[in-house]
T-cell receptor, first 113, second 115 residues
């Protein structure tokens, strides 16, 4: 059974600092997602990582994937208050055509102005 | 882009009544749709997977007689919460995907409050 673990689960940091959120998963997968969720809202897709060594960047966020280590990271550079949200990683189970995804517990990021 | 809508966006009902939530893919055909439930400060939990024209596949612990899912067309899936109770109060989110190896596109969610 696929398990997805994120850490930390809660992160309070100051603006302009850098930090990394980690996502470990337990079985082989060929697709990993990062999502952002603001309070009371649904999910916003940030990144889809498809292969070992994949790196994607959007603004102050950069995501990477190491399929051998079964690890993805979401790095935040010079954080700003607007990045405060909950961030989820999710891993595709790759099972048949349903391809359901399993979510981590989420990382609540609070950036202090 | 691919857009998924949900209706209603929020609903309040009395205990014992049934509530139907619609999930529509507006600009693509969703061969597979997923229904999730999210309690406050928790992650999304998959309830069921539905493919157009076939019965939904429910996750372990989800009562299929209580949460009725119908995927009648490639653009519409419905979730009916039957005989709702206060513990069913939650944020329900659907998603759709075009096909295998495709990204899921999430709806805006429906907040259900059962009194």
């Amino acid at each position: 059974e696929l398990k997805v673990e994120q850490n930390p689960l809660f992160l309070s940091m100051q603006e302009e600092k850098n930090y990394t959120i980690y996502c470990n998963y337990s079985t082989t997968s060929d697709r990993l997602y990062w999502y952002r969720q603001d309070p009371g809202k649904s999910l916003e897709s940030l990144f889809v990582l498809l292969s070992n060594g994949a790196v994607k960047q959007e603004g102050r966020l950069m995501a990477s994937l190491d399929t051998k280590a079964r690890l993805s990271t979401l790095h935040i550079t010079a954080a700003v208050h607007d990045l405060s949200a909950t961030y989820f990683c999710a891993v595709d189970t790759g099972m048949n055509r349903d391809d359901k995804i399993i979510f981590g517990k989420g990382t609540r990021l609070h950036i202090l102005p | 882009g691919a857009v998924v809508s949900q209706h209603p966006s929020w609903v309040i009902c009395k205990s014992g009544t049934s509530v139907k939530i619609e999930c529509r893919s507006l600009d693509f055909q969703a061969t597979t749709m997923f229904w999730y439930r999210q309690f406050p400060k928790q992650s999304l939990m998959l309830m069921a997977t539905s493919n157009e024209g076939s019965k939904a596949t429910y996750e372990q612990g989800v009562e299929k007689d209580k949460f009725l899912i119908n995927h009648a067309s490639l653009t519409l899936s419905t979730l009916t919460v039957t005989s709702a109770h206060p513990e069913d109060s939650s944020f329900y989110i659907c998603s759709g995907k075009r096909g295998r190896q495709e990204t899921q596109y999430f709806g805006p969610g429906t907040r259900l409050l059962v009194l």
